[in-house]
C-alpha cells in the first residue's frame, strides 16, 4: 500500500513539472487589429481601429479549437496575459465575399521562449465589406 502511495506522489510531482502551453506563466501576446472597410469593387474605403472586435487563442498547435478569446479595447489592443512558455496560435475573422461562411481567419502562429517575455504581434489587418 505505501509502495501505491508512493507512486502516485512521485507521478504527481513529475506530471506538475511539466508545464503546457496555457495560462498560468508570466509570458503574453498583444497586438492591434485594424479593419479596411472595402467598396463592393474591393477598393479601400478607410482604415481604423477595430474596437470590440474577437480575437481568439489556440494553446500549442496540435489543435483546431480556440482556447480562449478576448475583444480589442476602443483602439484596437489586445493582450492575452499569464501564459506559459510555448507555441501559441491567435487568430481573427474578416470578411470574406468569395467564401462560403462569408469570413475568413487570419493566423498569426508564435512562440513564448522565456519567462516574463511579451510577443507583440504588431498590426493584424482585417478587411471589412
Given at each position: 500500500?505505501?509502495?501505491i502511495f508512493?507512486?502516485?506522489?512521485?507521478?504527481?510531482?513529475?506530471?506538475?513539472?511539466t508545464?503546457?502551453?496555457?495560462?498560468?506563466?508570466?509570458g503574453?501576446i498583444?497586438?492591434?487589429?485594424?479593419?479596411y472597410?472595402?467598396?463592393?469593387?474591393g477598393?479601400?474605403?478607410?482604415?481604423?481601429?477595430a474596437?470590440?472586435?474577437?480575437?481568439f487563442?489556440?494553446?500549442?498547435?496540435?489543435h483546431?479549437?480556440?482556447?480562449d478569446n478576448i475583444?480589442t479595447s476602443y483602439d484596437?489592443?489586445?493582450?492575452f496575459?499569464y501564459l506559459?512558455?510555448?507555441?501559441?496560435i491567435v487568430?481573427?475573422?474578416?470578411?470574406?465575399?468569395t467564401?462560403?461562411s462569408?469570413?475568413?481567419?487570419i493566423?498569426?502562429?508564435i512562440e513564448i521562449?522565456?519567462k516574463k517575455?511579451?510577443?507583440?504581434?504588431?498590426?493584424?489587418?482585417?478587411?471589412?465589406i
Amino acid at each position: 500500500m505505501k509502495n501505491i502511495f508512493l507512486l502516485v506522489i512521485i507521478g504527481l510531482v513529475i506530471t506538475s513539472c511539466t508545464k503546457e502551453e496555457g495560462q498560468g506563466g508570466s509570458g503574453s501576446i498583444k497586438g492591434f487589429v485594424y479593419e479596411y472597410k472595402l467598396n463592393i469593387l474591393g477598393d479601400t474605403i478607410s482604415r481604423y481601429a477595430a474596437a470590440d472586435q474577437d480575437v481568439f487563442i489556440i494553446y500549442g498547435n496540435d489543435h483546431t479549437f480556440y482556447d480562449d478569446n478576448i475583444k480589442t479595447s476602443y483602439d484596437g489592443s489586445f493582450k492575452f496575459p499569464y501564459l506559459q512558455k510555448g507555441k501559441y496560435i491567435v487568430f481573427v475573422y474578416e470578411d470574406c465575399a468569395t467564401c462560403l461562411s462569408g469570413k475568413k481567419e487570419i493566423l498569426r502562429t508564435i512562440e513564448i521562449t522565456k519567462k516574463k517575455q511579451t510577443v507583440d504581434l504588431d498590426t493584424i489587418d482585417i478587411r471589412k465589406i
